[in-house]
């Protein structure tokens, strides 16, 4: 548990500055709480009670002002000076705030706490003796002061002055200052003051990775401090969501210890908040208490591992060749875990569920149960005790990040779909033992590049249900809000300009760097119109045209990995699609045909916020869409076998597609692989183009997608590229759409020419639509669904395990 500097303690600010020095640097709330403190101990000091005065007026609390020259101990009264001060007092407001103004705010607050923390009723009694109690002041700045008078009249002010709004205003949270922007652990917030560490730690964790927003514990042992937010806060929305656990009272911090062990589902809080005046029990027992449940949950989780990963340690020699043998027909017992947080994955688990259960085995999934809580290692530890899985497949993760947890004795896959840093570097390579797999669209790269094991990876692109994604026709009722002649789906609607330049700025890159992006940049957007751009060819390719051209590329092979991977990709794919989204906007503006645009931030597009409808949800609702549009794009330059074409063909919709060069590398890499053979050429050969015209023509098709360059008169292909052909020929050119599609070269279009003539041609012949629809769907349900990808990867699994 973290326990930050929320903001430095009140009265430390003053220690060695005099009073006049505060003064001057008009430090009035430090000066306040030393000054007072003083006259506590000397009432009949004049000067002092003059400062007091001026600090309490310059910050408008006139009526307190007037009672520092009042004080029965002093003798200011018949000063001329003081007499002019007290009359220009007088003509301007106390600065004291009605706790009547304030009642209607404290019931309906009331009411709406009392439905959300029923055990709040029982200090109802507490709360309404607020108002005779306390006094409740408000400074110029918009602070909020509660105070009471002692017995000799004297005002102390509780739990002091000082500037709130300013303190919580500068407190950067926890999990902020730890990167941690997607997702964090619960808050604990401790003696609150008018909620303001309540609301700033509720808003700061409420916008993180889709619905996630961490759990907050609220702990009051003083009733009071809640009677007064109920009191003055216009806003208790952080109050009773349900994300909420209020404690009240002196038995609190007991309460939030038996709370957290009755939930040990529930992670502990990590990060706690305090305003620098809780001191003493407080500010020392929350913490050690959740010090203590925290050790407590993580012995019970260690004997539980333990207890499984002896289990799986005694398990006799052959059992896994025996049982994946035995489960042919069905029977294994598969577990997966993802999260709720995401969207793609969070489906592509869902479908993966369902096709492991029609093929006859138990599959069950960990994700987390609401949007408050993340799935914990007491989670993990219990579903494999309970569930004593044959088969672990998580998608994106490796084995190693769960080491802690998941035994090394039961096989387990990774399904490798996105680019991650953690998943593309030799360590994760290294770190597979002899039952980790793993299943990518790609394997030479992996293998290659990151040391992967060759032998455990199984070559797999995109999968689709078609059941989800059925081609049974909907009612109109789902189809008419999505009739349209062009449909296209996609979250990628960030302008390309606004992403180079955030991009530059992340990066941190020097002034060379920074050249170097924008010069990358330059190159992507000269020829987009192109039938394949640059924004299609490698990275390799245009960092080494950019050295050649302004002399300057990045120092390291990491360096040049990152520029790869955060920049070049996604920004040339932003520049791909959209491209030739205008320019199917401009045939739209042009002929009155009707374009609906689906995905996030496309209504804040300045070319494409027309057409924006929203995001659209997987499964039925974008089943609809596939159906409803008369023409649906794909446009993905790093290959159209990708999710969105599968289950949009799955669902009987009918696609255009903008042509991108691993589309058509199938018949150049046959004629390339063919012709080095004969010839005996080996990879990283030069060879005479004039002398080898087939090598020389089949690497000049392939040049966007290989790593080298062009030299004039001179052919080669470097060992990388050359694996990756071969990986491409072994795997029957399963993301190669060309070599997928019969009907590809009828569907695709490499220019705005090209497209406008297809978009004529079928938007005049309904029939034509569906009958190219209809066979691209056989050539997908017969080569691309979840049920084919499981059966697979269990043959696969079943031949390689012992």
Same mark, same amino acid.
């Given at each position: 548990?973290?326990?930050?500097?929320?903001?430095?303690?009140?009265?430390?600010? +003053?220690?060695?500055?005099?009073?006049?020095?505060?003064?001057?640097?008009?430090?009035?709330?430090?000066?306040?709480?030393?000054?007072?403190s003083?006259?506590?101990a000397?009432?009949?000091?004049?000067?002092?009670?003059?400062?007091?005065?001026?600090?309490?007026?310059?910050?408008?609390?006139?009526?307190?002002?007037?009672?520092?020259?009042?004080?029965p101990?002093?003798?200011?009264?018949?000063?001329?000076e003081?007499?002019?001060?007290l009359?220009?007092?007088?003509?301007?407001p106390?600065?004291?705030?009605?706790?009547?103004?304030l009642?209607?705010?404290?019931?309906?607050?009331?009411t709406?706490?009392h439905?959300?923390?029923?055990?709040?009723?029982?200090?109802?009694?507490?709360?309404?003796?607020i108002?005779?109690?306390?006094?409740?002041f408000?400074s110029s700045?918009?602070n909020?002061?509660?105070?009471?008078?002692?017995?000799?009249?004297?005002r102390?002010?509780?739990?002091?002055?000082?500037?709130?709004n300013g303190?919580?205003?500068?407190?950067?949270?926890?999990?902020?200052a730890? +990167?941690?922007?997607?997702?964090?652990?619960?808050?604990?917030?401790?003696?609150d003051?008018?909620?303001?560490?309540?609301r700033?730690?509720?808003?700061?964790?409420?916008?993180?990775?889709?619905?996630?927003?961490?759990?907050?514990?609220?702990?009051?042992?003083?009733?009071?401090?809640?009677?007064?937010?109920?009191y003055?806060?216009?806003?208790?929305?952080?109050?009773c969501h349900?994300?909420?656990?209020?404690?009240v009272?002196?038995?609190?911090v007991a309460?939030?210890?038996s709370?957290l062990?009755?939930h040990?589902?529930?992670?502990p809080?990590?990060?706690l908040?305090?305003?620098?005046?809780?001191?003493g029990?407080?500010?020392?027992?929350?913490?050690?208490?959740?010090?203590?449940?925290a050790?407590?949950?993580?012995d019970?989780?260690?004997?539980?591992i333990?207890?499984?990963?002896?289990?799986?340690?005694?398990?006799?020699?052959?059992?896994?060749r025996?049982?994946?043998?035995?489960?042919?027909?069905?029977?294994?017992?598969v577990?997966?875990?993802?999260?709720?947080?995401?969207?793609?994955?969070?489906?592509?688990?869902r479908?993966l569920?369902?096709?492991?259960e029609?093929? +006859?085995?138990?599959?069950?999934?960990?994700?987390?149960p609401?949007?408050?809580d993340?799935?914990?290692?007491?989670?993990?530890?219990?579903m494999?005790?309970?569930?004593?899985p044959?088969?672990?497949?998580?998608?994106?993760h490796?084995?190693?990040?769960?080491a802690?947890?998941?035994?090394?004795?039961?096989?387990?896959?990774?399904?490798?779909?996105?680019?991650?840093p953690h998943?593309?570097?030799?360590e994760?390579g290294?770190?597979?033992?002899?039952?980790d797999?793993?299943?990518?669209p790609?394997?030479?790269?992996?293998?290659?590049?990151y040391?992967?094991?060759?032998?455990?990876?199984?070559?797999?692109?995109?999968?689709?249900n078609?059941?989800v994604?059925?081609?049974?026709?909907?009612?109109?009722?789902?189809?008419?809000p999505?009739?349209?002649?062009?449909?296209?789906v996609?979250?990628?609607?960030?302008?390309?300009?606004?992403?180079h330049?955030?991009?530059?700025?992340?990066?941190?890159?020097?002034?060379?760097?920074?050249?170097l992006?924008d010069?990358?940049?330059?190159?992507?957007?000269?020829?987009?119109?192109?039938?394949?751009?640059?924004?299609?060819?490698s990275?390799?390719q245009?960092?080494?045209?950019?050295?050649?051209?302004?002399?300057?590329a990045?120092?390291?092979?990491?360096?040049?990995?990152?520029?790869?991977?955060?920049?070049?990709?996604?920004i040339?794919?932003?520049?791909?699609?959209?491209?030739?989204?205008?320019?199917?906007?401009?045939y739209?503006?042009?002929?009155?045909r009707a374009?609906?645009?689906y995905?996030?931030?496309?209504?804040?597009?300045?070319r494409?916020?027309?057409?924006?409808r929203?995001?659209?949800?997987n499964?039925q609702?974008?089943?609809?869409?596939?159906?409803a549009?008369?023409?649906?794009?794909?446009?993905?330059?790093?290959g159209a076998?990708?999710?969105?074409?599968?289950?949009?063909l799955?669902?009987?919709g009918?696609?255009?597609?903008?042509?991108c060069?691993i589309?058509?590398?199938n018949?150049?890499?046959?004629?390339?692989?063919?012709a080095?053979r004969?010839?005996?050429?080996?990879?990283?050969d030069?060879l005479?183009?004039?002398?080898?015209p087939?090598?020389?023509?089949?690497?000049?098709e392939?040049?966007?997608?290989l790593?080298?360059?062009?030299?004039p008169?001179r052919a080669?292909?470097?060992a990388?590229?050359?694996?990756?052909?071969?990986?491409?020929?072994?795997?029957?050119y399963r993301?190669?759409?060309r070599a997928?599609?019969d009907?590809?070269?009828?569907?695709?279009f490499?220019?705005?020419?090209?497209?406008?003539?297809?978009?004529?041609?079928?938007?005049?012949s309904?029939?034509?639509?569906?009958?190219i629809?209809a066979?691209?769907?056989?050539?997908?349900?017969?080569r691309?669904?979840?049920?084919?990808?499981?059966?697979?990867?269990?043959?696969?699994i079943?031949?390689?395990?012992e």
């Amino acid at each position: 548990m973290t326990c930050p500097p929320t903001a430095p303690v009140v009265e430390a600010r +003053g220690e060695g500055l005099s009073l006049e020095e505060l003064s001057r640097r008009q430090d009035h709330y430090t000066l306040l709480n030393v000054a007072l403190s003083r006259q506590a101990a000397d009432p009949t000091d004049a000067a002092l009670a003059l400062l007091i005065c001026r600090s309490y007026s310059a910050l408008g609390l006139a009526g307190p002002a007037r009672e520092a020259l009042n004080g029965p101990a002093l003798s200011l009264a018949g000063r001329s000076e003081v007499q002019e001060i007290l009359r220009q007092l007088a003509t301007v407001p106390t600065g004291r705030v009605s706790w009547r103004s304030l009642q209607s705010r404290f019931e309906a607050n009331s009411t709406r706490t009392h439905r959300r923390h029923p055990h709040v009723r029982q200090f109802d009694p507490l709360f309404c003796e607020i108002p005779r109690r306390l006094e409740l002041f408000q400074s110029s700045d918009g602070n909020l002061h509660v105070s009471q008078r002692g017995d000799d009249g004297r005002r102390t002010w509780i739990p002091g002055l000082f500037d709130l709004n300013g303190m919580v205003a500068k407190i950067e949270l926890p999990h902020q200052a730890k +990167g941690e922007t997607l997702y964090c652990q619960p808050y604990l917030v401790v003696s609150d003051h008018f909620g303001a560490l309540l609301r700033r730690v509720y808003r700061g964790t409420s916008k993180m990775l889709l619905n996630f927003a961490p759990r907050i514990y609220l702990l009051e042992p003083d009733p009071t401090a809640l009677g007064l937010l109920l009191y003055t806060s216009d806003d208790v929305d952080a109050l009773c969501h349900e994300r909420t656990t209020l404690l009240v009272g002196p038995g609190c911090v007991a309460e939030l210890a038996s709370i957290l062990e009755e939930h040990p589902e529930r992670a502990p809080p990590e990060y706690l908040v305090r305003l620098p005046t809780v001191r003493g029990p407080m500010a020392e027992d929350v913490p050690e208490a959740v010090r203590e449940v925290a050790a407590v949950q993580a012995d019970r989780s260690r004997a539980v591992i333990e207890r499984v990963r002896d289990q799986y340690m005694r398990l006799p020699g052959g059992h896994w060749r025996r049982r994946f043998d035995e489960a042919a027909g069905g029977g294994l017992r598969v577990l997966s875990m993802t999260s709720r947080f995401t969207t793609v994955l969070q489906y592509a688990v869902r479908d993966l569920k369902a096709a492991f259960e029609a093929l +006859g085995h138990r599959f069950e999934l960990l994700i987390e149960p609401n949007d408050h809580d993340l799935i914990t290692t007491w989670d993990m530890a219990g579903m494999l005790d309970a569930f004593q899985p044959d088969l672990i497949v998580v998608i994106d993760h490796l084995r190693g990040e769960y080491a802690h947890c998941i035994p090394p004795k039961v096989p387990y896959v990774c399904w490798i779909q996105d680019q991650l840093p953690h998943l593309m570097r030799p360590e994760a390579g290294r770190s597979h033992g002899p039952l980790d797999f793993y299943v990518a669209p790609e394997l030479s790269q992996f293998v290659r590049t990151y040391e992967y094991p060759p032998d455990r990876g199984m070559s797999w692109t995109m999968a689709t249900n078609e059941e989800v994604y059925s081609a049974a026709p909907l009612p109109e009722s789902r189809l008419s809000p999505h009739r349209c002649d062009f449909s296209f789906v996609s979250n990628q609607s960030a302008l390309p300009e606004e992403f180079h330049a955030r991009l530059r700025c992340q990066m941190e890159a020097t002034p060379r760097g920074q050249q170097l992006l924008d010069h990358l940049f330059d190159m992507l957007r000269a020829g987009a119109d192109e039938r394949h751009p640059p924004c299609c060819r490698s990275a390799m390719q245009l960092l080494a045209q950019a050295r050649e051209e302004i002399g300057i590329a990045p120092s390291t092979t990491r360096l040049m990995d990152q520029v790869a991977r955060r920049y070049l990709h996604p920004i040339a794919e932003l520049i791909f699609r959209q491209q030739a989204l205008a320019w199917v906007a401009d045939y739209c503006d042009q002929t009155g045909r009707a374009l609906h645009v689906y995905g996030t931030g496309w209504e804040s597009h300045p070319r494409f916020a027309r057409y924006a409808r929203g995001v659209v949800s997987n499964g039925q609702v974008l089943r609809a869409v596939y159906q409803a549009s008369r023409i649906n794009l794909q446009i993905i330059g790093s290959g159209a076998v990708h999710q969105r074409l599968l289950d949009g063909l799955a669902a009987g919709g009918f696609f255009l597609i903008r042509s991108c060069p691993i589309d058509v590398l199938n018949d150049p890499s046959e004629r390339l692989l063919s012709a080095m053979r004969l010839a005996g050429a080996a990879p990283g050969d030069w060879l005479d183009e004039a002398r080898s015209p087939q090598i020389a023509a089949a690497l000049s098709e392939l040049r966007p997608i290989l790593t080298e360059p062009a030299v004039p008169g001179r052919a080669r292909i470097t060992a990388g590229d050359f694996a990756s052909l071969e990986a491409h020929a072994a795997d029957g050119y399963r993301r190669v759409a060309r070599a997928v599609f019969d009907r590809y070269d009828d569907v695709s279009f490499g220019g705005t020419a090209e497209f406008r003539r297809l978009a004529d041609r079928f938007l005049a012949s309904d029939e034509e639509r569906a009958r190219i629809s209809a066979e691209m769907r056989r050539q997908v349900l017969a080569r691309f669904t979840f049920k084919a990808l499981v059966r697979d990867l269990v043959e696969f699994i079943r031949a390689r395990v012992e």
